[in-house]
């Protein structure tokens, strides 16, 4: 069943971590990494900053995508940003064109519920990326890039956790009160509710979920279909972790959460690792006198601290590969952000190039 | 408010990974020195900061991590019982409506519930609790979650408020809003790093708080400074520490990482410009603890940053 489910959908990669790690520029350099790969690729990401929209050579990213340009690449790279209130507008319009466009927009929930908060975001980030691949049968790869901490392990609890919502009995009733005045059962449970938050509240929420309602079968048919997605056996975690006590501290709890919520990461990644000077040991041991300037001190902790970091992120199972500081600065931004990706997509080939494997272990160690 | 007092209730906002729970341990650290009662409230998938004083991770029951200081972790399920439970006293209420499982499904993904009931503990923990428990917390130092979701925490009693709530939800909304709109009873802090991303994050979000709450943050806490560094040596391998260790693959790396110090010092100066006129209490600059110490351990940076707040309480 999971098989059949997944085969007609692309490939998907899933980047979580502390915030500030480098998730969505690593997500942008493995989408385009994969498009120099000969892949057809799409990237489904968080607002990138400024310098990073300007080196995928996108003024802004939108809701329903655009496609970087790249030449002479063999694949391609489609980027759409995560905008959850957009995406919930987009679907309720399309599922019901004529009344509901107006209604929602009127309607205070809905406002509230898109524009102020986030409380949805991952699960409705999971439904885009499901339409994504249905809409575009031919992509052979997804990036999903995450919000960090915590946010991100809830992207693989929600699907469950908005299904109870949409489909739940309390959503029906609520429905039914907003059209025909109140449901006989749940009678009680209803007047219970409407001490909590007034009568009026939940017939106005009525009217809204009725709203959504045309909308919600999809939804809840996409969920499911990202349920499975996330639990198939091609699709990858990768844990991104910086150069610090917290974001390994961060990725440890990823690692146990998302093992608590019975997946496993495929990949840790050191991302803005200095590559070890030759003979660097004994410069940074503990014994060795401290450099004078401030810059040396820093490098030297850094080193440290990576040291500490890598040890760490290498106890258990999952392998931790090093990237490097990218510079976006450059004049051929996107061949260094491809560059930055190219190992990770390396490493995230389901039986790689073994030679590959052999090269970056020897020169690991 | 006068300069230098923080009131009860400080939230500490920021983008993820720019320190805020270090911030927050320090601040608490500070008030607690000086003989407070502080709670440090968290909300997040595992407390960080309890390790950092040599304690294991709490839950959402506070738990002491030094004299005069404690820390919790904010879970909503244990806040919805809680507050039906024991500050409400219906617990059969509680029983029938609210542990129901189709209405436990429906509040864990409606939006703005947990949020209200995060709120809602925070002014219990601060007020109510003085009437119910006899004693409250003299300072809850709000370890609030990453910026985005940090910053619609303020903008839920707006929210609610224009729904028009009634019941007891509106009861709850309408006292958080109470709070919040109150510089007396809570102040936000905003933390930024000198990186890209955190600069432009900053400049968004300052003025949507500002708006929710009619005043801006009392201060911008610019988080690793590297301000200690005075003037930056005249290139990468200017020291002879510095030219033997960038060597080989090591040398484009330490080129980058100078580079992008150059970066963090210029948006620095940008950012301190800014911000120091625009919140009462200026910008405060903590300095990168890789700067100061060899490889700090996580309390001494929290040490370190506590000197740093100074300005936030010295006054008061």
């Known amino acids: 069943m999971t098989e059949i489910a997944a085969r007609d959908l692309p490939r998907l990669t899933l980047l979580l971590g502390a915030g500030g790690v480098g998730k969505t520029t690593l997500s942008a350099a493995l989408g385009l990494a994969h498009a120099r790969a000969g892949r057809r690729a799409a990237l489904l990401s968080v607002d990138p900053a400024r310098r990073l929209r300007t080196a995928l050579g996108l003024a802004e990213v939108p809701e329903h995508g655009a496609r970087v340009a790249l030449s002479g690449a063999a694949g391609t790279l489609d980027a759409a940003l995560l905008d959850p209130s957009a995406s919930l507008r987009r679907w309720v319009a399309e599922a019901s064109p004529d009344a509901a466009r107006g209604d929602l927009a009127a309607n205070p929930y809905f406002v509230a519920l898109a524009d102020r908060l986030a409380g949805l975001a991952d699960a409705i980030g999971c439904v885009r990326a499901v339409e994504w691949a249905e809409r575009d049968p031919s992509l052979a790869e997804l990036v999903l890039d995450t919000a960090p901490g915590r946010s991100a392990v809830e992207l693989l609890a929600r699907p469950d956790k908005l299904m109870a919502f949409f489909d739940g009995r309390l959503m029906r009733w609520l429905v039914r009160l907003a059209r025909l005045g109140p449901a006989r059962r749940g009678g009680r449970l209803l007047a219970g509710l409407g001490d909590v938050s007034g009568t009026r509240t939940l017939r106005d929420v009525g009217e809204l979920l009725s709203a959504i309602e045309a909308a919600a079968g999809d939804m809840v048919a996409r969920l499911e279909r990202a349920r499975r997605w996330l639990r198939d056996a091609a699709t990858s975690l990768v844990v991104v972790c910086g150069v610090s006590d917290d974001a390994a501290e961060v990725a440890a709890s990823l690692d146990r959460a998302v093992r608590d919520l019975g997946f496993a990461p495929s990949l840790f990644v050191l991302n803005r690792a200095l590559a070890a000077p030759p003979g660097w040991t004994p410069l940074i041991a503990g014994d060795a006198p401290a450099p004078g300037h401030a810059f040396a001190r820093y490098v030297r902790s850094y080193l440290r601290t990576q040291d500490r970091v890598r040890a760490r992120l290498g106890a258990g199972q999952v392998r931790v590969i090093d990237v490097p500081d990218g510079t976006l600065d450059a004049p051929s931004r996107l061949d260094a952000l491809a560059a930055l990706g190219e190992p990770l997509r390396e490493a995230l080939e389901p039986r790689g190039s073994s030679a590959a494997r052999r090269r970056r272990s020897s020169r690991a160690a | ?316």
Not at chain 2, 183 to 202: D, I, K, N, Q
Not at chain 2, 295 to 304: C, D, H, K, L, N
């Open chain 2, 1 to 316: 408010m006068t300069p230098g007092m923080l009131p009860p209730v400080v939230f500490v906002l920021g983008k993820g990974g720019v320190g805020r729970s270090t911030i927050a341990a320090a601040l608490g650290a500070g008030f607690a020195a000086r003989g407070e009662r502080v709670l440090i409230a968290q909300w997040t998938v595992a407390d960080p900061i309890s390790p950092w004083f040599g304690c294991p991770p709490a839950g959402y029951a506070a738990r002491p991590i030094a004299p005069g200081l404690a820390t919790m972790n904010f879970t909503a399920e244990a806040a919805l019982e809680q507050y039906f439970v024991e500050h409400l006293g219906l617990r059969a209420f509680y029983r029938m409506v609210v542990a129901n499982r189709h209405v436990r499904a429906a509040t864990r993904a409606a939006p703005g519930f947990e949020e209200l009931m995060f709120l809602g503990t925070l002014m219990w923990l601060t007020t109510l609790a003085r009437g119910e428990l006899g004693w409250s917390y003299d300072h809850v130092i709000v370890d609030a979650p990453a910026m985005g979701h940090g910053a619609s925490l303020l903008a839920v009693p707006h929210v609610t408020a224009t729904l028009g709530l009634g019941g007891l939800l509106a009861t709850e909304c309408a006292r958080v809003a109470a709070m919040l709109a109150d510089p007396a009873r809570s102040a936000v802090l905003v933390v930024s790093t000198p990186e890209e991303l955190a600069v432009e994050e900053t400049r968004e979000f300052w003025p949507r708080i500002a708006r929710e709450l009619d005043r801006p943050p009392v201060a911008a806490i610019l988080n690793r400074s590297v301000g200690a560094l005075g003037e930056l040596p005249d290139g990468p391998r200017a020291c002879g520490w510095l030219a033997a260790i960038a060597a080989g693959d090591a040398r484009a790396g330490i080129d980058r990482l100078y580079a992008h110090f150059v970066r963090r010092r210029r948006r620095e100066r940008a950012l301190v410009d800014e911000f120091a006129g625009r919140a009462p209490l200026g910008a405060i600059a903590v300095d990168d603890a890789l700067l100061v110490d060899d490889a700090p351990s996580p309390r001494q940076v929290v040490t370190r940053a506590t000197a740093a707040l100074q300005p936030l309480w010295r006054a008061s």
